[in-house]
């Protein structure tokens, strides 16, 4: 009887086991979850040719604000530290005296289409031409924590052709 | 009779301006600036591209979105000097999973709960995932139509789970 038993016990581990271990292993081949505590971190240069060329750090698009403009504004960084904008795809209306300026991004004043007093900016200059790409240097002491976003402005109206938020590249 | 016409037409313009801008200064600069204007009417700028691109142009990009499993970061494709198209991830992070790759789907984006054997969305493999954080790059096929398949997602084949997706724009 006891021997029956331990005979019986011993057997059924065995189907537990025959069965349960297979189980086990598929469930951990299906899911890995210790793939949830692991992180793979890999660290690949830029492809061959771009590793001479300047890197993008940020990016945005440009939306039209009192003018229809359109387009990409990436800020770069040179192998020797220094940045510059350039516009991309780049389209705004024509007009006097506009310019590429840096803005802060949560300045409340660039939701109006034409600023009511002085929009704290750092110029890049005026804007080579209203159509097609286009690279604008940075000065040293632009300060990109606090100047975030890109506008096509025209000082002699105060209006704002358009705005591009930056976000990291 | 040709000069009269011009006269009246700077002369409109410039009532034009002082309408605008009731300061007497502003409309002086207005002048000036309508001159600077007509040189640079329609200007294209060609020659900054010489100075930007050493061999390789970036084509499009996107951001990536992930609730499911947080997927952040960015997703460029550039065109190399020989033609070569890559996909290059950037501040990347996703979760670490099985069998996890990226793909390109024919959609313009996709749901964080996209399914894509349902929806039967057209799926091209760039390979398995080098890894769950940082940056990396993967190849994209000679002759793929990325008018087409405009979005990429991390996609985990096993479970068909759409990680994150990441839409992509023109540079």
Known sequence: ?169 | MFSTIKTGLTFAALAGAFLLQPSLQAQDSMKQDGMKQDGMKQDKMQDDKMQHEGMAKSLFTGKFHGKVHATSGRATVYQEGDGKLVLRLTNFKTSNGPDVHVILVATKDAMDDANFLKENTEKLELGKLKGNEGDQNYEIPAGTDLTKFRTVSIYCERFNANFGAAPLEKF
């Open chain 1, 1 to 169: 009887m006891n021997t029956n038993t331990s005979s019986w016990l011993s057997r059924s581990k065995w189907i537990l086991m025959a069965i349960g271990i297979p189980v086990l292993a598929g469930a951990w081949w299906a899911f890995r979850p210790e793939k949830l505590f692991i992180n793979q971190k890999v660290n690949e240069a830029a492809p061959a040719s771009l590793g001479t060329a300047a890197q993008p750090i940020f990016t945005g698009k440009l939306e039209g604000k009192i003018h229809a403009t359109s387009g990409r504004a990436t800020i770069y960084k040179a192998a020797d530290g220094t940045r510059y904008l350039r516009l991309s795809d780049f389209k705004t209306s024509n007009g006097p005296d506009v310019r590429v300026v840096l803005v802060m991004a949560e300045d409340k004043q660039l939701d109006q289409e034409i600023v009511k007093g002085e929009l704290d900016r750092m110029e890049l200059g005026a804007l080579k031409g209203n159509e097609g790409d286009q690279n604008y240097d940075l000065p040293a002491a632009a300060d990109l924590n606090k100047y975030q976003a890109v506008a096509i402005y025209c000082e002699t109206f105060h209006a704002l052709f358009g705005v591009a938020k930056l976000e990291e590249f």
